[in-house]
């Protein structure tokens, strides 16, 4: 063998060897530092939440993806973060659905569902199911110029009220504040009076008796402390707060990640997922426990009041209006997506 022959097999097998070095010792070639933006603490259920992924997606990439989380909106509000990502802000944050009801339009639809599943399990598998059967809803993100990456939920739907509330006839008359206008409907519905207030002010409202009650997620009001000024608890936990709380990934930056990058972030997806499972069963165990001994009153909804809520006139009228003001703004079909959204959630609550 020549010498430059010998000195190409040299040169061929030196990187024959790091390639193979680089497939089993360092899959990772280059750290990465990502930005993320929330408008959570890092000391709550939600925070916890976010916490969980990034803890799992640094560890899928063996430290390679450095994650630097701005809690409290310490970098952008939260209804500021949709278009922050898209512009390049911060290359991940939280997205509220409801933040965004023209952007998001179709996604806000999982509001005219009051009625899913139960378990975490389910929820969690219904989130991941109405991605994959109503593409439209992966479209919208995409064309804020992100991708979804991960998804969790919050825990189910709770009234505090400044007086006894037993079953739903106790709502009659009672000034309740909910945030969603779909809410505000079903209340109405219920024969409560419907109040739109600020999230800050609800505390005051309620030990001012400006409002009667409010009606949230029961991992809310207790955050809140929003059960210490009405200290009567209608909850209910077959009526699912359906939106899912969701982190993205601005999609140059993603699509500027390694394969094995991408690859941590599809990992750390299903991690996160399994160990908030039981963050989010203790959760609501402990916040009925502490309310328990504050010596609040807490009242778990029948079967029956569950069933008179989620088949009021006014869910089927809420549909109708989304879908009106859907095909208004361009939705070729927005019937067809709100039977994807029923299909799923009646799948994921006989599961």
């Given at each position: 063998?020549?010498?430059?022959?010998?000195?190409?097999?040299?040169?061929?097998?030196?990187?024959?060897?790091?390639?193979?070095?680089?497939?089993?010792?360092?899959?990772?070639?280059?750290?990465?530092?990502?930005?993320?933006?929330?408008?959570?603490?890092?000391?709550?259920?939600?925070?916890?939440?976010?916490?969980?992924?990034?803890?799992?997606?640094?560890?899928?990439?063996?430290?390679?993806?450095?994650?630097?989380?701005?809690?409290?909106?310490?970098?952008?509000?939260?209804?500021?973060?949709?278009?922050?990502?898209?512009?390049?802000?911060?290359?991940?944050?939280?997205?509220?659905?409801?933040?965004?009801?023209?952007?998001?339009?179709?996604?806000?639809?999982?509001?005219?569902?009051?009625?899913?599943?139960?378990?975490?399990?389910?929820?969690?598998?219904?989130?991941?199911?109405?991605?994959?059967?109503?593409?439209?809803?992966?479209?919208?993100?995409?064309?804020?110029?992100?991708?979804?990456?991960?998804?969790?939920?919050?825990?189910?739907?709770?009234?505090?009220?400044?007086?006894?509330?037993?079953?739903?006839?106790?709502?009659?008359?009672?000034?309740?504040?909910?945030?969603?206008?779909?809410?505000?409907?079903?209340?109405?519905?219920?024969?409560?009076?419907?109040?739109?207030?600020?999230?800050?002010?609800?505390?005051?409202?309620?030990?001012?008796?400006?409002?009667?009650?409010?009606?949230?997620?029961?991992?809310?009001?207790?955050?809140?402390?929003?059960?210490?000024?009405?200290?009567?608890?209608?909850?209910?936990?077959?009526?699912?707060?359906?939106?899912?709380?969701?982190?993205?990934?601005?999609?140059?930056?993603?699509?500027?990640?390694?394969?094995?990058?991408?690859?941590?972030?599809?990992?750390?997806?299903?991690?996160?997922?399994?160990?908030?499972?039981?963050?989010?069963?203790?959760?609501?165990?402990?916040?009925l426990k502490a309310q328990e001994e504050a010596g609040y009153t807490i009242v778990k909804?029948?079967?029956?009041?569950?069933?008179?809520?989620?088949?009021?006139?006014?869910?089927?009228?809420?549909?109708?209006?989304?879908?009106?003001?859907?095909?208004?703004?361009?939705?070729?079909?927005?019937?067809?997506?709100?039977?994807?959204?029923?299909?799923?959630?009646?799948?994921?609550?006989?599961?």
């Amino acid at each position: 063998m020549t010498f430059h022959a010998k000195f190409r097999f040299s040169m061929s097998a030196a990187a024959a060897c790091a390639a193979f070095a680089a497939g089993t010792t360092g899959a990772f070639a280059e750290s990465v530092t990502l930005s993320f933006a929330t408008n959570t603490a890092p000391n709550n259920m939600r925070g916890e939440a976010e916490s969980i992924f990034i803890e799992e997606l640094e560890k899928a990439s063996d430290g390679e993806i450095k994650v630097v989380p701005y809690w409290g909106s310490a970098l952008m509000e939260g209804s500021e973060i949709l278009g922050g990502v898209r512009d390049g802000v911060a290359d991940m944050g939280f997205i509220n659905i409801n933040y965004y009801p023209n952007q998001l339009l179709l996604n806000s639809a999982y509001n005219l569902f009051p009625k899913g599943p139960s378990t975490y399990e389910n929820i969690a598998w219904a989130f991941d199911q109405m991605y994959e059967k109503v593409p439209e809803l992966n479209a919208e993100f995409e064309g804020q110029g992100q991708r979804i990456v991960y998804k969790y939920g919050v825990t189910p739907y709770a009234g505090a009220f400044k007086s006894p509330v037993a079953n739903l006839e106790d709502l009659k008359g009672l000034r309740v504040r909910a945030a969603s206008r779909w809410y505000l409907n079903l209340l109405k519905g219920a024969g409560a009076t419907p109040v739109s207030m600020p999230w800050g002010d609800v505390y005051q409202g309620l030990q001012t008796n400006a409002i009667d009650g409010v009606f949230t997620n029961i991992d809310g009001i207790h955050r809140a402390s929003l059960d210490e000024a009405a200290q009567n608890v209608f909850f209910m936990p077959d009526l699912w707060l359906a939106i899912p709380f969701i982190i993205t990934i601005n999609e140059d930056k993603y699509q500027s990640l390694s394969d094995a990058h991408k690859e941590a972030f599809a990992t750390a997806n299903a991690a996160a997922r399994e160990r908030f499972s039981s963050v989010w069963d203790s959760t609501i165990k402990d916040i009925l426990k502490a309310q328990e001994e504050a010596g609040y009153t807490i009242v778990k909804a029948s079967a029956d009041d569950v069933e008179t809520f989620t088949s009021l006139p006014d869910v089927q009228t809420n549909q109708e209006i989304w879908a009106e003001e859907a095909k208004a703004a361009g939705v070729e079909n927005p019937a067809k997506i709100l039977e994807g959204f029923e299909t799923v959630i009646s799948e994921a609550i006989d599961r």
